[in-house]
């Protein structure tokens, strides 16, 4: 018989905890979104989250999809989620006809029951040009709402990141800001899931 030490017994599930998935969906129509929900999967993943980034044209149905924190963004249009409406007149604006198909508002439309919320953090965060971060109504403040009453535990206010104008650029400094929202929401939703595991027993 060997006289090595034996290993050491494996740390206990509750140690254990599987990494948590996150589904990052986003709507865009001139890219600013689009590059800030890159900006928040790089955070998520960072803080060691398995994160799917995904434009909401290609969104798998709520229903179908596997995740235990879900980060809406979407751009503010008329102080909203946008609307067929207004995405077509973004689409006037020059932006390309095929990004009007469908968003963020429409995905969380598709939602079940409350069951299907069960145990799933979210957030929400919005592009804008106002220089008023503060906006009360704004697409990050209706999705989060959508959202609470869809079940949906939320692990963050609704957070805006600003544009200089309609088609862009960020104001400077937008992303890195994302990248540090994002490591705070995956450390609350971290946080959240281990609460509900402990009074779940
Ligand atoms: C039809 C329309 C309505 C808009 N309404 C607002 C608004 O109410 N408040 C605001 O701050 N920005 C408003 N904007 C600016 C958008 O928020 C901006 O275009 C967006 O943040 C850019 O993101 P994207 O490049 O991902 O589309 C509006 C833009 C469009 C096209």
Known sequence: MSSQAQPDPPPSDQAQAPALRALVVYESMFGSTQDVAAAVADGLRAEGLVTQ????????????????LLVVGAPTHAFSLSRPSTRQDAVRQGAAPELASTGVREWIGEMGS????????A???DTRVTKV???P???STRASHLLARRGYHLVSRPTPFLVHDVKGPLVAGELEHAVTWAREV??????????????AG
């Not at 409350?114 to 953090?121: D, K, L, V």
């Open 114 to 121: 409350r069951e299907e919320s069960r145990g799933r953090a």
């Open 133 to 135: 971060r503060s906006l």
């Open 123 to 125: 957030a929400a965060f």
């Open 137 to 139: 109504k704004a697409a």
């Open 53 to 68: 980034l995904v434009d909401v044209r290609h969104a798998p149905a709520p229903r179908d999809a596997q995740f235990d």
């Open 186 to 199: 995956a450390v609350a939703a971290r946080r959240w899931h281990a609460e509900n595991r402990t009074a």
